[in-house]
């Protein structure tokens, strides 16, 4: 007798007597319980009673994206219980997750709980979790998986104590299974259960919680804890959580109490009341304001410079930097000038690259042509001392430059530039003119 098995090609059929032993390659027991299956030309062996319950997809209660059935001989943990899966069959995210399971886990019944016992099977671990006595809170120091606060008596835990996993209630029921248009990322966030630690990407510590959220095509990895502070879209909230920082914002209350009128870092204006204002309250980051309302629109990403200034192809990303850096002196990418201590930059996420741009310049669109270059050119007001590649003159304000080359041209040497052009700081057209000011708008002083 023969059996159609569904990750490949060919059929299976019952071994008689079988007495070689070995271990099933869907569960990974021993092969003790006939009948059995297999293929001697592959040496692929399994239980009936696992080809009767394998199924090509299923949605796990552990998992929001559906799981297909796959077969791989290297050995992983399963994010589910966090053991060794040492049978080559398993369940993988369908979609762009790294999740994989067991196939014992992936097809787990949900337990159905009495009242009584006020046991709650929850997403964020694989065993039931119960509530949590006040003895045990006074006797041992709990501390919530989620938030990362001590549980106390005066709040209702629930925890796992062969896995020593504990939640407070209000963030067992307010942990989503996904973030969705979050400040923090512009990414769907989904929670995942992991056995390994990881660092975050929001605040840069090493996370041992064996939960997260996190979005793989762009290798973003957030701590839980954020997902519960409010964003700067909440109307009420006096304290804030904004992928600019690494830190928690608080609101201001009174500005009065700062002798020196701080100045936003990312728009460099001052913060006066009665704008909305957050401030990063630690000591060591007491320079950090922030407007609501820069807050609201500045984003994650910059929009318009791509791959002309930087190796995206590679996997390099740009996104928001909370300055000053304190491993070294950094400079802009594009205008060569260095950055001011206290204000925001896109900078790249490899350590090793040291491609960082000004806020305003990240809105810089390549648009001129060279003949016979393979790359736009892009207009910058000012920038640090350079010189001319096509008359060898220094230059510091209204430069050409390729980015992706590191070439410099006077607008005025560049023979198809554009004779006139239009400016934000002047009502009519600019006509394109050897200057009579040549010297001064070169001077040391205007650099």
């Not at 964020?124 to 120091?141: G, I």
């Not at 002047?426 to 050897?434: G, R």
Request: proline letters at 6%; aromatic letters at 10%; one cysteine or more.
């Amino acid at each position: 007798m023969e059996i159609e098995y569904i990750l490949d090609d060919h059929r299976l059929s019952v071994i008689e007597n079988w007495t070689t032993g070995g271990s099933c390659h869907a569960c990974g027991d021993l092969l003790d319980r006939p009948p059995i299956y297999g293929c001697n030309l592959c040496t692929f062996f399994v239980h009936k009673s696992c080809l009767d319950r394998l199924k090509p997809e299923v949605q796990s209660f552990f998992h929001p994206c559906p799981l297909e059935l796959y077969c791989n001989f290297y050995g992983f943990r399963c994010n589910a219980c966090f053991g060794e899966i040492s049978s080559s069959h398993r369940y993988r995210c369908k979609l762009s997750c790294t999740f994989i399971m067991h196939v014992e886990c992936a097809l787990k019944p949900m337990v159905e709980y009495s009242d009584e016992e006020h046991t709650i099977q929850h997403f964020t671990h694989f065993h039931p979790l119960k509530p949590v006595v006040d003895s045990t809170l006074q006797k041992h120091e709990v501390v919530c998986a989620i938030c990362e606060k001590l549980c106390s008596s005066s709040s209702s835990t629930y925890g796992c104590t062969e896995c020593k996993f504990f939640l407070h209630k209000s963030c067992m029921t307010s942990i989503p299974r996904q973030l969705i248009n979050h400040l923090i990322h512009p990414c769907t966030l989904l929670f995942l259960t992991n056995p390994n630690s990881f660092r975050c990407d929001k605040c840069g510590e090493d996370v041992f919680s064996r939960i997260q959220f996190s979005y793989r095509p762009c290798y973003f990895d957030l701590h839980a804890k954020w997902a519960l502070l409010p964003t700067v879209d909440s109307e009420d909230a006096k304290e804030i959580q904004h992928f600019s920082h690494p830190h928690p914002l608080a609101l201001i209350e009174n500005h009065k109490d700062f002798n020196n009128e701080p100045r936003c870092v990312a728009c460099v204006e001052t913060c006066l009341a009665p704008t909305p204002t957050f401030r990063c309250s630690r000591r060591s980051c007491n320079h950090f304001f922030l407007h609501k309302s820069c807050a609201l629109k500045l984003p994650y990403l910059p929009t318009s410079i791509q791959s002309p200034c930087h190796d995206y192809p590679a996997g390099h990303q740009l996104t928001i930097t909370s300055l000053p850096y304190n491993d070294e002196i950094r400079t802009c990418s594009a205008c060569r000038r260095g950055f001011d201590s206290s204000f925001m930059a896109y900078s790249c996420r490899e350590d090793d690259c040291g491609f960082n741009l000004h806020l305003d310049c990240s809105k810089l669109e390549p648009s001129f042509v060279l003949d016979g270059h393979d790359h736009f050119l892009t207009l910058i007001e000012k920038v640090a001392a350079m010189t001319c590649h096509f008359c060898g003159a220094n230059c510091c304000n209204f430069i050409l430059r390729c980015l992706e080359c590191d070439i410099n041209i006077h607008i005025q040497c560049l023979p198809s530039a554009p004779k006139t052009i239009s400016h934000k700081s002047h009502l009519h057209p600019l006509l394109l003119t050897k200057s009579t000011l040549e010297y001064e708008l070169n001077s040391k002083e205007e650099a």
